[in-house]
């Protein structure tokens, strides 16, 4: 797969994705959304934003000062938001369930999943030099922690119709030195995506690379690059995919840098007929 599409790359929200429709008209009203990872960076963003949409939201952190101060930030943004908030690590198994049946017990039930959480290590060994807890610790956030809150979610989304947008990266589909772990762990989370489209038909899921933003997750890679990105680009865009305008890309890898009115006008056909925008062996002819 082509790791990027030839149309225009944006940093921060754009027309096609601009959500001043979507808090005007609260689209989603009476819609309920979860937010792993959901008090910094990217997680926080996309809680506020749908928060403005209209969302009621149950929102997960391993801190619970954070998520008070998220909870106190949205309702300062949206006055009146139902928000429940979960103390719970992606990688425990039964609190992941635990989270998805509380939430389902207080709203009645589930239509977005945003499995935002993630992991990184500084990128400065090579693979023999890795420490095994640490390489399987950035697999445990970003493949089971996807996996732990995806898996009991499925039946609600399956009886709402509804969506699960995973964070991933465009690392996972090109070799980064000493970053084996974060780019397999990412790459294993675009497959599950393409997984659970094939498996459960009436769930749209999307595999979202957020961008380069300038995240406390980012900076712990220890490398020095441009991150020109907004918070706002990807919580946009997931409040754009989420709303039903753009099912056809369900079970696919987006990019919330291209342009998601050119890649419709112009790359739609193509990228049904050719399959494209997910994981093959390339084969030479």
Known sequence: MSLDLPVTNHHG????????????SKTFRNKVVLVTGATRGVGRETARHFARAGASLALVSRHHAALE?????????????????????VRAIEASEAVVKATVQR?????????NA???????TRIGDKDPSEWWHTFEVNIKGVFNFVRPALPYLEKSSGYIVALTSGAGHFVVPNGSDY???????????????????????????????????????????????????????????????????????????WDLQEVER????????QSGLVDKLHIPS
């Open 183 to 257: 780019c397999i762990s990412k790459h294993a989370v675009d497959r599950l995506v393409e997984c659970i489209v094939a498996e459960y038909p009436p769930v749209k899921a999307f595999s979202l690379h957020p961008g380069q933003i300038d995240t406390v997750l980012s900076r712990s890679c220890g490398l020095d690059f441009e991150r020109p990105d907004s918070a706002e680009l990807p919580a946009a865009t997931m409040l754009y995919l989420t709303s039903g305008r753009a099912d056809w890309l369900s079970g696919r890898y987006i990019s919330a840098n």
């Open 266 to 273: 112009d790359w739609k056909e193509k990228i049904i007929e």
């Open 107 to 115: 709203f009645g039930r589930l239509d977005v999943l945003v499995a």
């Open 118 to 124: 993630g992991a990184t290590a500084p990128l400065t």
């Open 13 to 24: 929200i754009y027309p096609t994705i601009d959500p001043t429709p979507h808090f005007e």
């Open 69 to 89: 101060d998220t909870k106190a930030a949205i309702l300062h943004d949206a006055p009146g938001t139902e928000i429940m908030l979960f103390e719970a690590d």
